[in-house]
């Protein structure tokens, strides 16, 4: 046990001094009880510390998705978005998943936006991200509020998603 407070003992030190690295993995052992007592409210601010760092992607993406889901922490979209918008903007493909699934389902005093949760959504997919590639191919499937129905794009996204083993995507072919 000694190892593990030596361990907590040299990452709080260096996230005191703002190493994000060691903000991130505080952030870990609190969400997931590794060495530590488990603790979202303080796994939370842990990722927040390291979120702030301009290319700190899976912290950005961890706060983001705590806010959106509510775990740990009371749910707020306008949150979720704006700490999944950091690395989004930089290229994180699931942090632009994050966005488009923001913005398809409002909420939260962000409002719904399909063309905004498309763009999004391709941005991901055409990086790879299997659920982005799925989420683009059923927009395209159903449209609605300013997306267009396109079959053949809905068949191409849904194939790339089927492609990476998506059973829905798969269903939908």
């Known amino acids: 046990m000694s190892g593990n ?35 979202t409210k303080q796994a939370l601010k842990w990722f927040t510390k390291a979120a702030k760092t301009p290319a700190a992607f899976g912290a950005q ?5 705590m806010y959106f889901t509510g775990d740990g922490v009371r749910g707020n979209h306008k949150q979720a978005l704006k700490w999944y918008l950091k690395a989004a903007k930089q290229g994180y493909a699931d942090c632009q998943d994050g966005v488009g699934r923001i ?20 941005k991901a ?16 499937a159903t449209g609605g509020q300013g997306v267009k129905i ?24």
């Open 61 to 65: 993406y961890k706060v983001g998705t």
């Open 125 to 140: 997919a055409e990086q790879g991200h299997v659920d982005a590639q799925f989420n683009a191919g059923l927009m395209y």
């Open 103 to 122: 913005f398809l389902l409002g909420g939260g005093n962000v409002a719904t936006n399909y063309k905004k949760a498309l763009s999004w959504f391709i």
């Open 5 to 39: 407070n030596q361990e907590l003992d040299r990452l709080l030190e260096a996230a005191k001094k703002k190493d994000c690295e060691a903000a991130f993995k505080l952030g870990q052992m609190y969400y997931s009880g590794d060495g530590v007592k488990q603790n």
């Open 150 to 173: 396109d079959l053949g794009k809905s068949k191409f996204w849904y194939t790339k998603a089927a492609e990476q083993g998506h059973e829905q995507a798969k269903a939908k072919l």
